[in-house]
């Protein structure tokens, strides 16, 4: 079971802002890591602790958090952005499989 | 340039034995941490467990605790995952991903292409 809560579906217009959430309570605490995964291929590494993104990620891709919410956030989203995506944080022992079920986007 | 090359699909039955590995490059194996994470077919991503190959600490998710092990053979930069007696519910493709503690957290920033592991009922 996941100790993360993801939304398992959203969908958004092509070139619009697409919020997807992930909540639990280590989120409180610790920042949560997003990947993408689209179908067939192995997850990739879209953001990580306050706001980072790594090289190759585009800029309209960006993190946020309150509370015991985390938030990916896609600033006109593209139709290469349909995906499968993950939120993960660690636990109170500091090890990293606190995990959310997955949110599929659509891109309409 | 970080590679993680993951050992070719396997096919067994059950109660046979299993070792998949991941050969990395293009870095200090040692000073990375490296995730194995399971992906049941058409599931979400599990965390297994994680090695630091620099000194061997391994630790593993509650889920898959006394289910598989995880080594690393650091002369030839490579970590492994194991397990002793495979199910029809190991069927899954597995992820191996290089892994960076921060004091916040974990992030994987490479990954393998994974291994495929079919267990026929």
């Known amino acids: 079971s996941s100790e993360l809560t993801q939304d398992p579906a959203v969908s958004v217009a092509l070139g619009q802002t697409v919020r997807i959430t992930c909540q639990g309570d280590s989120l409180r605490s610790y920042y949560a890591t997003w990947y993408q995964q689209k179908p067939g291929q192995a997850p990739i590494l879209v953001i990580y602790g306050r706001d980072i993104r790594p090289s190759g990620i585009p800029d309209r891709f960006s993190g946020s958090g309150s509370g015991n919410t985390a938030s990916l956030t896609i600033t006109g989203a593209q139709a290469e952005d349909e995906a499968d995506y993950y939120c993960n944080s660690r636990d109170s022992s500091g090890n990293p499989w606190v995990l959310g079920g997955g949110t599929k986007l659509t891109v309409l | 340039e970080v590679q993680l090359v993951q050992s070719r699909a396997e096919v067994k039955k059950p109660g046979e034995s299993l070792k998949i590995s991941c050969k990395a490059s293009?870095?200090?194996?040692?000073?990375?941490?490296i995730a194995w994470v399971r992906q049941m077919p058409g599931k979400g991503l599990e965390w297994m467990g994680i090695?630091?190959?620099?000194?061997?600490?391994?630790r593993y998710s509650p889920s898959f605790q006394g289910q598989v092990t995880i080594s690393a053979d650091k002369s030839i930069s490579t970590a492994y995952l194991q397990w002793s007696s495979l199910k029809a519910s190991d069927t899954a493709m597995y992820y191996c991903?290089?892994?960076?503690?921060?004091?916040?957290?974990?992030?994987?920033?490479?990954w393998g292409r994974g291994t495929l592991v079919t267990v026929p009922s």
């Open positions: 090695i630091y190959p620099g000194d061997s600490d391994t």
């Open positions: 991903a290089r892994h960076i503690q921060y004091d916040s957290g974990w992030y994987g920033d490479y």
């Open positions: 293009g870095y200090i194996f040692t000073s990375y941490w």
